[in-house]
């Protein structure tokens, strides 16, 4: 069974940095894609940083800002995050996709003060 545990939320001052972590385990099959999303208070859930073999794409409030990257190895994506601003506060998630699945994290928490 496919797990994804993620890390590295927290509350932290406009202008900063988090990076966020996505560990999977549990995986049979080859990783087709891998994405970041979020979702605020009383919004829907938004793609915010997706990686695949067709390449990386930014939702256009957060390019030039967050980076999405990976491990291989460790089966482990990352959302750097830079310059943070009270709009990015959110419930961040990870997802990766198989051939026969969708898989998600539980989330976890990233609240920027002003």
């Known amino acids: 069974q496919v797990q994804l545990v993620e890390s590295g939320g927290g509350l932290v001052q406009a202008g900063g940095s988090l990076r966020l972590s996505c560990a999977a385990s549990?995986?049979?099959?080859?990783?087709?894609?891998r994405a970041w999303y979020r979702q605020a208070p009383g919004k829907q859930r938004e793609l915010v940083a997706a990686?695949?073999?067709?390449?990386?794409n930014y939702a256009d409030s957060v390019k030039g800002r967050f980076t999405i990257s990976r491990d291989n190895a460790k089966n482990t994506v990352y959302l750097q995050m830079n310059s943070l601003k009270p709009e990015d506060t959110a419930v961040y998630y990870c997802?990766?996709?198989?051939?026969?699945?969708?898989?998600w994290g539980q989330g976890t928490q990233v609240t920027v003060s002003s």
């Open positions: 997802n990766m996709q198989d051939s026969l699945s969708d898989y």
């Open positions: 549990g995986i049979r099959f080859s990783i087709n894609s």
């Open positions: 990686r695949s073999g067709g390449g990386t």
